[in-house]
């Protein structure tokens, strides 16, 4: 759990409003602020929109129960990340070594769509999740579309006009310290092939090469 996460943040009142209405008709799902899953230790961070109404925002485990989340962890499996190429639910038994996965924004927003302010409200957390990793290794932070990558770039204090979202680019904004881009792993990138398993799959690789990822056997 990050350090000052909070289930309780009230920071959004139209994201708060839409989780406690719609808690009504999905009395079972979660409908609270969704925090980052994997590995504290890790040299690789995986930054996505915002959770699914029906995945995270059910499931409380970023990219669970919904379809953006088949390839990134069938990927993750294949790259040796993790121990099971499905995420289904919290107490599934998953585990992912040197990966950790987190939102631009933690609340699932009405029509998937979080505002401006949404998004620099919730930036402190992915400020820390950043400052969280190691400086001393090599390491990345792969955003997931274009709203994550310009999160990204607001939680490092960095100019936009500088870092432009690209498909596949490496932006090495420290030494050894990148920003990589991809298209998000959505259902419509994905059937529209805007995004193919053999194009993230490659691109994860790529990664895996720049922050010598190493493969294990057991946990």
């Not at 909070?6 to 719609?22: A, G, M, Q, T």
Request: proline share 4%; with cysteine.
């Amino acid at each position: 759990m990050s350090f000052s996460f909070d289930y309780d943040c009230k920071k959004c009142p139209r994201l708060y409003d839409f989780l406690k209405e719609k808690k009504i008709d999905f009395d079972n799902y979660h409908m609270l602020p969704v925090d980052s899953f994997g590995d504290l230790q890790g040299n690789l961070l995986i930054v996505g929109l915002a959770p699914g109404f029906h995945g995270a925002n059910k499931t409380n485990r970023p990219f669970t129960g919904d379809y953006a989340g088949n390839i990134l962890y069938e990927t993750l499996y294949e790259l040796k990340y993790t121990n099971s190429p499905n995420s289904k639910s919290q107490n599934d038994g998953l585990m992912i070594k040197n990966a950790r996965i987190t939102n631009s924004v933690r609340c699932c927003p009405p029509q998937n769509k979080p505002n401006s302010k949404e998004i620099k409200n919730c930036n402190g957390y992915l400020v820390e999740e950043i400052n969280n990793i190691d400086e001393s290794n090599k390491y990345c932070i792969l955003t997931l579309g274009r709203i994550a990558h310009e999160a990204v770039i607001l939680a490092l204090g960095l100019k936009r006009k500088d870092f432009i979202f690209k498909h596949g680019f490496f932006h090495e904004f420290k030494t050894n310290k990148y920003i990589v881009n991809s298209y998000h792993t959505s259902k419509y990138n994905v059937y529209t092939k805007r995004l193919t398993y053999e194009m993230f799959y490659n691109l994860m690789y790529e990664i895996s090469k720049v922050i010598n990822h190493v493969d294990w056997v057991t946990y």
